[in-house]
C-alpha cells in the first residue's frame, strides 16, 4: 500500500537544540498531519496542514514547533528550542481528501536529553 | 477527560478464538470510527472502519459492531491467528474536522498458537 516515510527513525538532541524531523507523504496526498505520543501514553494530534497552511493545531503544538512543505518536497516538523518534554515518537500522516484514510509513517523517536 | 476509551490494555486470547476489542466515546460529534492496528517498530495501519450511520461493518475476519445510543463500539476478529498479535487503536472524528483523529490508549492483543 502507500507509503509514508519517516526520517530519522530515532534523533537524539541536546534540551535547547533545534530539531529538524521529516516526513515524505504520498505522492498524491494533499492532507499532512503530525501526531505525538509520549512512551505509554495514547497518540495525540498536534497540527494538520493543507495548501501551505496550517489548518487545526492542538494545545501540544507550542510557540517553539512550526511546520512546512517547500516547494512539495518533505513535510517537516521543526522544534526550536527543544524541552524535556518534547522527547516522545512523533508519526507523520497523510491523506488525500482529509477525512479519508490516513497513513501513517513508522515515527520518528525524539530523545532530548 | 479521555475522549476515546479503550476498556483493556491487554487481550491475550487462542488461535481460533474470536477476540474482542472494546472502546466507548464521549463526543456525541464525532461520526467515523476507525481501527488501527499497529505491529513494533511500523505506525499505525487503518484496519477497519465505520460511520455512526451505520451498526456494523465486516470486512473479511474483522467486524465492528457500534452503538450509537451508548456511545461504544467493539471490534471482533474472528478466527484468530498468531500473526494478529498487535496493538490496536480504536479513534474517532467528526465531519467537520478535515482528518483529525482522538486515539484510545490502544489493546495490545496477544493471539497464543
Known amino acids: 500500500g502507500p507509503k509514508v516515510l519517516q526520517i530519522p527513525s530515532h534523533q537524539i538532541i541536546d534540551m535547547g537544540q533545534m530539531v529538524t524531523l521529516n516526513c515524505d507523504p504520498v505522492s498524491n496526498h494533499l492532507y499532512f498531519y503530525w501526531y505525538k505520543q509520549i512512551l505509554g501514553q495514547q497518540m495525540e494530534f498536534l497540527v494538520n496542514?493543507?495548501?501551505?497552511?496550517?489548518?487545526?493545531k492542538s494545545k501540544l503544538f507550542k510557540d517553539q514547533f512550526s511546520v512546512e512543505r517547500p516547494d512539495g518536497s518533505y513535510f517537516t516538523l521543526k522544534i526550536q528550542p527543544t524541552a524535556l518534554e518534547d522527547s516522545a515518537v512523533y508519526f507523520c500522516?497523510?491523506?488525500?481528501?482529509?477525512?479519508?484514510?490516513?497513513?501513517f509513517g513508522a515515527g520518528t523517536r525524539l530523545s532530548v536529553l | 477527560q479521555q475522549q476515546v476509551r479503550q476498556s483493556s490494555q491487554s487481550l491475550t486470547v487462542w488461535e481460533g478464538e474470536t477476540a474482542i476489542l472494546n472502546c466507548s466515546y464521549e463526543?456525541?460529534?464525532?461520526?467515523?470510527f476507525p481501527w488501527y492496528q499497529q505491529f513494533p517498530g511500523e505506525g499505525p495501519a487503518l484496519l477497519i472502519a465505520?460511520?455512526?450511520?451505520?451498526d456494523k461493518k465486516e470486512d473479511g475476519r474483522f467486524t465492528i459492531f457500534f452503538n450509537k445510543r451508548e456511545k461504544n463500539l467493539s471490534l471482533h476478529i474472528k478466527d484468530s491467528q498468531p500473526g494478529d498479535s498487535a496493538t490496536y487503536f480504536c479513534?474517532?472524528?467528526?465531519?467537520?474536522?478535515?482528518?483529525?483523529?482522538?486515539f484510545g490508549d490502544g489493546t495490545v492483543l496477544t493471539v497464543k498458537p
Open positions: 496542514f493543507y495548501n501551505g497552511k496550517v489548518m487545526e
Open positions: 479513534a474517532a472524528s467528526s465531519n467537520t474536522n478535515t482528518g483529525k483523529l482522538t
Open positions: 500522516a497523510s491523506s488525500f481528501l482529509g477525512v479519508d484514510t490516513l497513513y
Open positions: 465505520i460511520r455512526s450511520v451505520s
Open positions: 463526543n456525541s460529534a464525532f461520526d467515523y
